[in-house]
């Protein structure tokens, strides 16, 4: 919504707010925030806002791909509406085959005639059969229609070195190797620049039960044989550890970065999943949950933050140059299943509450963008924190879509560190979060970009901005938030939980704002 820079008064926001949807509740006290403009900081990377889609459930087939011969509309077997919802979202890099399944993946399943191609069990995700109609060909088609990246994670679980050695090969060959032969006559003239490539996934678990010892030294063996063409050669990303846990990226930092050496390593990853309880043998559900969970959904979701801290920690003593990064190319909630739901598919509904944890892992991220240099979200459609869910013929946009949308302009943009002053804490028995979550950058065409979470179930609150070098004419504010902690958008009702506008007062160099109980706003202030 553009903005008349006329002040109105901070009652009457409430009371627009609130008849608009009736879900302003109680506004608290001001909370003063600073920008500082004229002190701008790293680059917020946009692969901080990367997808992860593994062969997962629906995930992959049904959900992006239906084939050429399906009544789903579609453009060479992948869905039209899902790529048509995609597009808009401008996902800089997508990770693929997975997850557990790409250290049982073997890539010559995935190439030539699909009708001659093998069909395998899914022995991690419902001990389905896998017939690898998506295979090398098909993903980079995906990461081509939607003017994405490509994060290949390969096998170092249950395949020899010269197995991922090859496919990097056959990927990227620009000669008449054996290896281009064969993906030219597959159907690929030119090679494909791979962005990012993994050295395995979770190799302290599904991807092999290594011990991190045991991992770097291996990753050493693996990254020897790994090689490109001149401009082709992809990052290399090694498989870190979860959580607090710092020991694999103290082994990988102080193993594997020794000056001299043939190969090297670009980023080390880690994964965080966000549970409501914490307890994996009963997560919490997706919907239907009291307030409880929802602020220690928020909370757990938080600890991100300290997390990150530690594996910089370590990064920093083993690795003060800089040249390795963080890629959490694993976070987003996860709950018990929907029930009746297949097992194993990971399926679950996706909820307002589900909207705030994008928004404040992002806000959290844009702390970090000195090593954290990449991050994927769990997944991509219907499986976890997916952004779009289908059922048959039919597509919804998540709240956690709406909340990637919103943050689109943050991508590549300037970090501007901030100041919160008066925030009150949100409580709920135990557990105790900050009222208030935000975060502010100059976007790459000139504005000044807002970031705002109300993580208080009920409670409004008001903010007021100032902004030290920088002063505004216009405002553009959007906001997104629902009439209970678990509104959801269904098949039936698309469109429950979608962004709406929001008024600010805006006066030159400051401005003020009320924001809704569990809402995500984005504000952009043009100069």
Not at 433 to 438: D, T
Request: proline share 6%.
């Amino acid at each position: 919504m553009t903005l008349n820079p006329k002040k109105l008064t901070r009652g009457l926001c409430v009371g627009l707010l609130a008849l608009s949807g009736g879900i302003a509740g109680n506004a608290l006290a001001d909370v003063e925030m600073t920008i500082r403009a004229d002190e701008p900081g790293d680059t917020i990377s946009k692969y901080l806002y990367g997808q992860f889609a593994e062969h997962l459930g629906r995930g992959l087939y049904e959900g992006i791909w239906v084939g050429e011969d399906s009544d789903i509309p579609n453009t060479g077997g992948f869905r039209n509406d899902v790529i048509e919802a995609l597009k808009p979202l401008k996902i800089p890099v997508i990770r693929w085959p997975g997850g557990c399944f790409a250290d049982e993946y073997h890539w010559r399943d995935g190439i030539g005639p699909r009708e001659d191609r093998p069909v395998r069990i899914n022995t991690h995700w419902g001990w389905v059969e896998e017939d690898n109609s998506i295979g090398t060909h098909e993903f980079m088609q995906l990461v081509e229609m939607l003017d994405s990246e490509a994060y290949i994670a390969g096998n170092i679980g249950s395949a020899p070195p010269v197995d991922m050695a090859q496919w990097l090969q056959y990927m990227t060959a620009d000669d008449n190797s054996t290896l281009a032969k064969e993906r030219r006559a597959n159907g690929r003239e030119e090679p494909w620049k791979v962005a990012f490539w993994g050295v395995g996934n979770e190799t302290w678990g599904c991807g092999g039960n290594m011990t991190p010892a045991y991992y770097t030294d291996l990753y050493r063996r693996y990254a020897t044989f790994l090689k490109a063409p001149s401009g082709y050669m992809p990052k290399l990303v090694a498989s870190g550890g979860q959580n607090d846990a710092t020991d694999w990226t103290e082994a990988l930092s102080g193993g594997t970065t020794d000056a001299g050496m043939f190969f090297k390593i670009d980023g080390i990853s880690h994964h965080y999943y966000t549970l409501p309880t914490g307890d994996w043998g009963k997560k919490g559900q997706a919907t239907g949950f009291p307030e409880a969970e929802w602020i220690s959904t928020l909370d757990r979701t938080l600890m991100v933050d300290g997390h990150l801290n530690l594996q910089e920690e370590v990064l920093e003593r083993n690795d003060p140059d800089g040249q390795v990064g963080i890629y959490l190319d694993e976070w987003g909630t996860w709950y018990d299943p929907t029930p009746g739901s297949t097992q194993g598919f990971l399926e679950q509904q996706n909820s307002i509450r589900d909207a705030l944890v994008a928004a404040l892992n992002f806000n959290v991220f844009h702390e970090h963008t000195e090593r954290l240099h990449m991050a994927n979200i769990a997944q991509t459609v219907n499986v976890l924190q997916a952004v779009l869910l289908t059922d048959g013929p039919k597509m919804i946009k998540t709240p956690t879509y709406h909340a990637f949308e919103l943050y689109i302009p943050f991508q590549d943009a300037t970090y501007l560190p901030l100041e919160l002053d008066g925030v009150p804490d949100y409580e709920v028995g135990d557990v105790s979060v900050p009222h208030v979550s935000a975060t502010a950058a100059l976007t790459t065409d000139g504005k000044l970009a807002i970031g705002l979470v109300n993580l208080h179930a009920s409670d409004a609150i008001d903010i007021d901005i100032d902004l030290e070098g920088f002063s505004a004419d216009a405002a553009e504010a959007r906001v997104l938030t629902g009439a209970s902690i678990d509104a959801h958008n269904t098949f039936d009702s698309p469109e429950t939980v979608k962004p709406t506008g929001l008024d600010v007062n805006l006066d030159g160099d400051s401005l003020e704002v009320s924001l809704p109980p569990r809402s995500v706003s984005v504000i952009l202030l043009d100069p």
